[in-house]
């Protein structure tokens, strides 16, 4: 079976940052690009960084381009993604993602974690 796994959310300050980790089990993806979606409440789920295989190609939403940087660690089949200078704006469930069914800034991907809360306080 197959399970994204996200650590590292929890409760933080608007100015402050976080380290978002993933870890895969039951299939290697470090021949796929990963990433992470969002979802705030009463909205839809968006892309906000993905990072190809061998890292060396990137999509970040405008929402938090210079703001965050994503990567990845194929030996251990995880992902991060650090966040800086934090808004409100960024309060959300995280899910850890691999595998995009199309363009790198839609949020459709083959397999999704469970998902792990931020919440910026302002």
């Known amino acids: 079976q197959v399970q994204l796994v996200e650590s590292g959310g929890g409760l933080v300050q608007a100015g402050g940052s976080l380290r978002l980790a993933c870890t895969a089990s039951g299939r290697s993806f470090a021949e796929y690009p990963m990433g992470w979606a969002r979802q705030a409440p009463g909205k839809e789920r968006d892309a906000v960084a993905v990072i190809a295989w061998h890292s060396g190609d990137f999509y970040y939403s405008d929402s938090v381009k210079g703001r965050a940087t994503i990567s990845r660690d194929n030996n251990k089949n995880a992902v991060y993604l650090q966040m800086d200078m934090l808004k409100s704006e960024d309060t959300a469930r995280y899910y850890c993602?691999?595998?995009?069914?199309?363009?790198?800034?839609?949020?459709?991907?083959?397999?999704w974690g469970q998902g792990i809360q931020v919440t910026v306080s302002s």
């Open positions: 993602v691999a595998i995009p069914k199309g363009g790198w800034n839609i949020a459709a991907y083959e397999y």
